[in-house]
């Protein structure tokens, strides 16, 4: 399993901020499009992706037990 | 205290400064971001900030060793606060030591480039009649409709 | 305490900060200036600092002035020490707020490169094997003999 | 008369930190050779003048009651 995390705006779009989901072996770019596909209303153009607290590839592939972070344009200082 | 951490609590900005003094140093610059009421006219009654902290973390704690590699001889420390803050109130802290001043400055400026640019921290601007998630500074909050599907309203 | 002062007893930087913060501030920077113990292999055991007071206060209230019209919207405060200063001890306080914070950096660097040039405030460094009036600062201790004529030895 | 001050190495080498002198009515430039005949192993090269406080030029004239200050080179920060 796949924990995924939500934060800011995609938290409050969920309504979520983390949920289980079985996508060991997928791409980070079919995790996006399985976000998308349960969360139509989100657009995830400029969403990053982290895998285990780093910065991800869309080609980089999920192993069981990751967490993935979908991380919105950040604004933190 | 933590060299790199994010925090709850009000920032007392002395204590990074003085965590990163040292007898070689003989430049300190110290960078506090603070909360502002006044945003192009548009007034903010408070600010919310969330962050991934273990990532947020993380980051901080490379940018302070890439700028430990890019300017040698300098120390930093980096603390981002979270939760909600009023007018005035520091969110972010950054200290810098250095032999030399020029360096202080630089390295300093770039350690709040690189944390706007990429650490996860999330600002939300609570207004008098509203309320947005910020996500890409360059952007006023009346005019980020491209940002409209990550926004909370 | 005064915007613009030199001042005896050992700076307090905060002071300073809190002084130049306001609602529309979002962004301080602190500099703080110490005495270090080595430059480049000699090793310094204390400073003493002396300044022609009152003219250095009209000059730091001049640059602070000079500061508020080049980036509108900041606000400044500097401090200068004069005495004896130990290894690690703060010799100038420079504070500034401004809206954004490229203007506090630009600010704030701007004020120690005016400092150094041409406020009358003049070092002595005390070393194990004797002392000398700094004269000018892009020369070392052991190479400024064109600044010979001026020195204490 | 003037009151002429000397500071740092200045001070040091003169061995005193203020002075009085006729000068009022002389330039900057004859106050400068008045005290480097005064104290010929003084190097005035590098030492700017102030008058009353500001940097002063050496074609300036000094005004009975001015304080001329000697100004070696700075190195506060």
Do not use: C
């Amino acid at each position: 399993m796949i924990t995924i995390f939500y934060f800011a705006g995609l938290r409050e779009a969920t309504g979520t901020d983390r949920e289980e989901a079985d996508l060991a072996g997928k791409t980070i770019q079919e995790l996006s499009a399985w976000v998308n596909s349960k969360y139509p209303h989100l657009s995830l153009d400029a969403v990053r992706v982290a895998i285990n607290e780093e910065y991800a590839l869309s080609e980089d592939v999920l192993q069981d037990g990751d967490t993935a972070a979908l991380i919105p344009p950040v604004s933190g200082g | 205290m933590k060299a790199y951490e994010i925090v709850t609590e009000p920032i007392e900005p002395q204590r990074y400064a003085d965590y990163v003094l040292r007898p070689e140093a003989g430049a300190v610059t110290l960078f506090t971001g603070h909360v502002r009421e006044w945003t192009r006219g548009i007034r903010t009654l408070y600010l919310a900030y969330e962050a991934y902290i273990p990532m947020a973390e993380k980051m901080l704690t490379k940018i302070g060793a890439k700028i430990e590699e890019k300017w040698p001889g300098t120390k930093t420390a980096i603390a981002h606060r979270i939760g909600e803050l009023q007018i005035g109130e520091i969110a972010v802290v950054i200290a810098v030591s250095s032999p030399h001043r020029r360096d202080a400055y630089e390295a300093n400026e770039y350690a709040i480039e690189r944390i706007k640019e990429s650490v996860p921290i999330w600002k939300k601007e609570i207004w008098e009649d509203g309320t947005e998630w910020i996500g890409d500074q360059r952007k006023k909050p009346d005019v980020s409709n491209e940002n409209k599907g990550l926004d909370s309203e």
